[in-house]
């Protein structure tokens, strides 16, 4: 993806968003179906921050011309976009404190991405406009770090149960 | 166009929310078929999701589609007849290892071989997941996690790819629940490949193969252009590693032939008569 | 009044084309209005071996193998013993043998009319390229009254794609063997109405159904029932239909349920072995309400069986070999133009009540051969309008049980059939309340449905009733014939319907009756079992079953009847 163009850059914003809320949607409802409600209850409430920070990224993109890009088409720094939730990290049994971690970790990863446009873009608008996501994002960092910090430790071994995985079929 | 108002991915979810385990390799493939889906616009009303029996089998109740959930195994028969029976519908069968590549086994190399204009998807993560973790045709000889079979199966895993291209599979590709991106590109080019094209997603199992993790770091996207030589392909899917991703091999040829023009008059108890 | 017939067995070795002589035969008969029936039986080989055409010329078109032949022409005495089971003859019978030498002892037994006459060295110095069995053609035809002319003309028609020389030498040789004399008589029986049919059952099975608008095939081959789909492959294609051969049966059923979702109405054939593989997926079309019809042309079993015989034994897997609580339909055509018929209704009430019909056809009128009156054909049944209201539910509960059933294309009715238990709109669920339902749904929308006056053929009111299914029917008719010229007045009952059993209508039909015997052909007496399960019977009952190969008999029903003052 070029750098230069302010059109590509929003596209990728409203998806990078659009994916984080979509995912935390998906991790909830399992979460929810798993009977893991306290997980689903975090990943609801990200959700619902992803939503807000989408909308008010897609009433920028609004006011431009922006290409039509095909999932297969986006220019991501890794496999899928920034701040959608890795597969990998994810376990029914996932207490809260892993879930945020997880969810610093995408906060994170989609503040470098914000932030190399902020650093390196030519167009003077695509450097504001990602200055001010990365900003954003820093900031939801931050206020997960303040709540991780008054969670308790979780046990070393809260992934494991003792029954066996059931037979649904 | 504005980017906030195209049709999503999302928007070719049912209402049905899945059962299966959080971080299921199975949620990756939804979306890149959600979002292939997405990608060419399809129309719900005339694509059509078939699956067998096991955990990736209940992908078709997912999303907003037609869909026909089958007995265990037979999926990729009951997609064939329908898409010979109804040539204009997207036809797509999908389903796991065990379901495709065991007691489907045999529909999977005659399907390649007939090359019904269709795509297969197999969601491959080397286990039965439904029945709690049994090894299957892909599961590594060594693996000693079932208690059905405590010291691994001891046979060679089974080569999707290789078997696709000895049956005359002429669309192959790999993809992996790491990479729904790519995953959607892959299956959006399936879809338009003009006859049979097998999907090969290695899919991960975060309950009974929590070792599937490691994929991501395993896993490697090839970027050479797709092979058309069967020769050289069978000497590719004889050595890799099987962690390849992307589209492996394409050559297509004629696909089964479509409805002959309908002759409505054509009497055909005329020979009974004497 | 007992039948009059005219019973002839031609066996040959090697190729010698008996086959062909009884088609011939039985087509040029039938072109100036007889009627006749013809059974081919073979031994085990592809080609060679041995073979019989038996045939059976008859005043009326109730069609039984023929229990004692008049006529037995034998090119040749080897491995006699093949067919000596089913081929006994009549006291005298008129025995033409090609081949000098010692009478097998049950031919002696009867005491024949026994003429050598060398055909071979006749076909060899009527043409060089002459063959035995046109020589017998044109004899035979003789001896029947037919035209030597019009067997050369179906000879030439049938050899249409043989060198000209071949079929030069098929006209001589008829035209030599129509020379022949024999100090003999045959009595054969009158004509009937020209304009008649000649079809197998299978045949017939098959038009049936693409009559009733079956648009998709899907095949495995298997003996009896491979000629249905191959002459449905030529039917599709004239209609615009599609076949396709699949590796395997459990293949063929999958791909009949996958084309009936799509809305074409779906067909396949198989025989007792294959039946058992689609076992699971007929459940599934059951459960997913998806409408399929499988004929099941039966045969010896289990297993491999007796593939070239016929039996009445796979009632019981037919009926049930569903897992779980599958209720669907099972009908039984009962005779070679039946077959039309209630194939046609099969395929019409699969579609209507949206589940699986199998049609228990067998060996005998699947590949039995027969002049026949144009077939009755199956009218399309009345099936409740459904309206599915705005919100669409594929399963949904209805008075019928019947749900409207949408097909890919369909807009904004889109739905996932399912074989997991699901709720109305399609959903899994493993909940009672919905299983409860949607089994009650299942069975109901079949015991809701006014199948009308087809469920059986009923004839007579005699104290007497023979009960049977399917081909026994004609096995029993000469039965109660056989009985009613001895004083004996007998009613039979033939089901076409087997399930879902027509309790009240077949309590109705034995109204008055003193006994009933259930007639089948089989070991285990699998109807009368089905029959004694499903209902209270206020007389006694009784079963006589036989298993095959040796095909049903009325005279030996007649005689079980009578000899225990029955």
Redesign the interface.
Known sequence: MSKQQLGEF??HS??LE?EAR?RYL??S???A??N?SEVAEFFGRMADESRLHLEEV?EI??QHD?P?L?????N?PE???PEAA???????R?TLRQAMLLALDNERAAERFYRSFAETSSDSETRRLASRFSAEEASHAAHLVKWLGKLPADPEHSLEEDD?????? | ????V?V???DYKSE??????????H??VL??IT??F??LGIA???????SG??CSS?L??YV????????H??GL??????????P??TVIALGGDGDGFSIGG??F??ACR?NVNMTYIAMDNEVYG????QASPTTPADWDHSKLTPHGPGVRPFKPAALALAAGAPWIARGY??????M??LI?AAIEHPGFSFLHVLS?C???CPEQ?DW?SIVSERSEPALSDADVAASLFHHEDGFQTGLLYAAPRNSWPG??????S?D??EG??? | MTQQQLSIAITGAGGAGVISVGELLL?TW??GGGRGLLRKAFGPQIRGGESAALLKLTDTEHYTPADRYDLFLAFDWTNFNRFGDEITLCPGALVICGEEGELPPPVRAVDPDVHYLPLADLAVDTHEEGRVNMIALGLLGRLLGLASADLQSLARNKLAAKPQAYQDAAAACIEAGSQLSLPCQLAAPPLGE??????SGN?AAG?GA??AGV??V?AYPITPASDVLEWMAG?L??????L?Q???E???I???????????P?FTATSGPGLALMT??I??AVA?ETPVTILDVMRGGPSTGIPTKSEQSDLNIALNGLHGDAPHLVLAPLDIADCVYTSAWAVHLAQGLQTAAIVLSDQFIGQSTA?VT?PVRCPRPEFPAQDSGNDYLRYRLTESGVSTLA??????Q???????EHNER???SARDDDHQKQLAKRAGKLNNHPFGDAWARIDGTGELALLCFGSAWAAVTEAATILADAGLSTRTVALRLVAPLQHERLAAALAGCRRVVVVEQNHGAQLFHYLRGQMEFAVPVASYSRAGPVPLNGRAIADYMTAEGR
């Open positions: 929003l596209a409203v998806e659009s979509e998906e991790l409802e399992a979460m179906e798993h893991n897609a993109a609004e922006l039509d095909k999932a297969w088409e986006f991501w496999e899928e976009s890795s597969y990998e990290a994810v376990h029914y996932m066996a995985p059931h037979m649904p079929e | 166009m504005k980017q906030s195209k999503r991915a999302k049905v929310k899945p059962i299966w385990c959080p971080g299921c390799g949620f990756s979306n890149a979002k292939a997405a990608g719900k009303d005339d694509t059509v999701l078939v029996i096991g209940r078709p109740a907003d589609s037609y869909g026909f959930h089958g007995v195994g037979r028969a009951i997609a064939q007849g329908l898409k010979v029976a109804r204009d519908l045999n529909h190399l005659h007939r439904m029945t709690k973790g629940s790491g990479n729904p991106n790519q959607a590109g959006a991960q975060i309950t009974f993790t991501k409805p002959q023009a309908q002759v409505q054509a055909i108890s009974f008569r004497l | 087509q039938a072109a020209p304009g008649a049919w000649y079809l045949q038009l693409l009559e648009r998709f899907a039917g294609e004239k209609l615009g239909g599609q396709v699949a590796e395997d459990l293949a063929a999958n791909m009949t349920l996958g084309a009936a979702f799509g809305g074409v779906s699971e997926s459940g599934l997913s002049v144009e097909a890919p294309g369909d807009a904004d889109r739905f996932t059939a399912d074989g997991l399609g959903t899994p």
